[in-house]
């Protein structure tokens, strides 16, 4: 283990209270703050969000009934761009959640060198309470509170958990009757009958799939003798694990929100539908291998671990029963920062969220582009030009992890933040 790693593993045994995602990130930014030359007053303002949208949205609920709901938009800098980052629909979502996850959305399109900021926004609810009409209404509403706030050239607000394509287009449908002009640009993930890009659904699970090859790659595994499991079976999770999967790796456990189903001897993922395809499928597909709980799936032997689900999976409680040999991030945050000292500890290596799933931002930026010029990329361009920036973003990380012998999150935050403070140091932050 190297001296850096060491000394950061150090912090773990302080570790209590679970971490929300905005005491993640900025613990996250300390540590690697240590490793890059950036002026102290830059960094504090990067601690914090610059704005937080919070608005109250009442809810005709199909009975009649109404029911007041919270949203947020958390903006974190625009230093290289505009806003950008997903909305979430999830009975969790927090102001202090929408500031974390908006801080990885700066770095995130800061590895990747797209010139957007961080954004990220939530409303308060289980989507899967809602039928579509009152999550139309709800997504109209929210649109409504915050048209100020978003725009092509201001926030451009996509896809998250518990929201979909159809939800883009509410949001596109709300915002141009408002400005009275169709403004497609205004979001990302939007279906490509209306201007969204091909490949966008499967990209993040798409950039993931290609990272943990790359990474196997780097550590001399052998895709096809590679186990790998992936918790959560969605838009990330599932394309990740079919892509895997068709590149011949052995996928030996995928989940939903239920529990997992485990073989040893390999899941043929393209039998089980996906969350978008049918909510809750994973545990409902008898026949597929044995029934597991999350939890189990997180502790399998395996070569690799893909959460792929939620956020604050991999804790101080579970890390030293890890046994993956490697962890490749396809949920935003899955692994608290002291889980992550522990991982150092251990000499597991975790590839970070703002690379691994950076796919999905990535195609949002090329439909931004498709909307600015109006004309439509095929899908067969699309997946190329991501895999050409992912893997010149693995190389950039990757040189960073070999020059200062970095573990892979404190790498990608040290590209991150240099191209952000260059940034800073041109346009100037003080008045
Ligand atoms: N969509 C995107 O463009 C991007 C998403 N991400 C991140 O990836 C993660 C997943 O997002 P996405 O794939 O879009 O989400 P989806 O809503 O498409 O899928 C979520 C999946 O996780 C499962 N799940 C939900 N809650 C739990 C839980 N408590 N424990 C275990 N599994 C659970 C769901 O199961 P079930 O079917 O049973 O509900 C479903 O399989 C999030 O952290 C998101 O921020 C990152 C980059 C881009
Ligand atoms: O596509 C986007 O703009 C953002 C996707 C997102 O929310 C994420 O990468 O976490």
């Not at 002026?39 to 608005?55: M, Q, T």
Request: net charge negative; with cysteine.
């Amino acid at each position: 283990m190297s001296a850096n790693v060491a000394e950061e593993a150090g912090d773990a045994s302080e570790e209590t209270e679970p971490e929300t995602a905005l005491e993640t990130a900025k613990r996250q930014l300390a540590r690697a703050t240590a490793h890059v030359d950036i002026d102290p007053n830059v960094v504090e303002r990067l601690e914090r969000p610059r704005k937080i949208h919070e608005v109250s949205l009442p809810l005709r609920r199909d009975d009649g009934s109404v029911e007041v709901l919270t949203g947020f938009r958390a903006q974190h800098d625009s230093v290289r761009g505009p806003y950008k980052g997903g909305l979430r629909y999830h009975p969790e979502v927090t102001r202090d959640e929408c500031a974390g996850l908006a801080m990885w959305m700066t770095w995130k399109c800061a590895v990747m060198d797209l010139p957007f900021g961080g954004a990220k926004g939530g409303i308060v609810v289980d989507p899967k309470d809602l039928s579509s009409t009152e999550k139309e209404r709800l997504t109209r509403r929210f649109t409504q509170e915050i048209r100020s706030a978003i725009g092509p050239t201001k926030d451009i607000p996509a896809p998250d958990m518990g929201t979909d394509p159809q939800t883009m287009a509410w949001l596109m449908d709300a915002y141009s009757m408002q400005q009275d002009e169709t403004i497609p640009g205004v979001v990302t993930g939007k279906p490509p009958e209306i201007g969204g890009s091909e490949g966008r659904e499967e990209a993040p699970g798409r950039s993931v799939a290609i990272i943990t090859r790359e990474a196997c790659d780097y550590y001399d595994y052998d895709l096809s003798e590679t186990t790998v499991a992936v918790q959560g079976f969605g838009s990330v999770g599932a394309n990740a694990a079919r892509l895997l999967y068709e590149w011949d790796a052995n996928i030996v456990a995928v989940s939903d929100v239920n529990g997992a189903r485990y073989d040893a001897d390999g899941i043929d993922v393209d039998k089980i539908p996906s969350h978008d395809e049918e909510p809750e499928a994973v545990t409902a597909a008898t026949g597929v291998g044995e029934k597991i709980t999350n939890e189990e799936l997180l502790e399998l032997d395996v070569d690799v671990l893909i959460p792929a689900a939620i956020g604050n999976v991999l804790t101080e409680d579970n890390a030293t029963d890890v046994s993956a040999d490697m962890i490749v991030e396809g949920a935003n945050g899955p692994t608290t920062f002291a889980a992550g000292a522990i991982f150092a500890e251990r000499d597991i290596p975790v590839i970070p969220d703002i690379l691994a799933n950076a796919g999905g931002v990535t195609v949002s930026y090329f439909e931004w582009l498709q909307d600015i010029n109006r004309r439509a990329w095929s899908l067969e361009r699309v997946n190329e030009e991501l895999e050409t920036e992912m893997l010149s973003a693995w190389d950039d990380v990757r040189d960073e992890v070999e020059a200062q012998d970095l573990t892979w999150r404190d790498a990608a935050y040290v590209v991150a933040l240099k191209r952000i403070a260059a940034a800073h140091e041109f346009r100037g932050v003080w008045p």
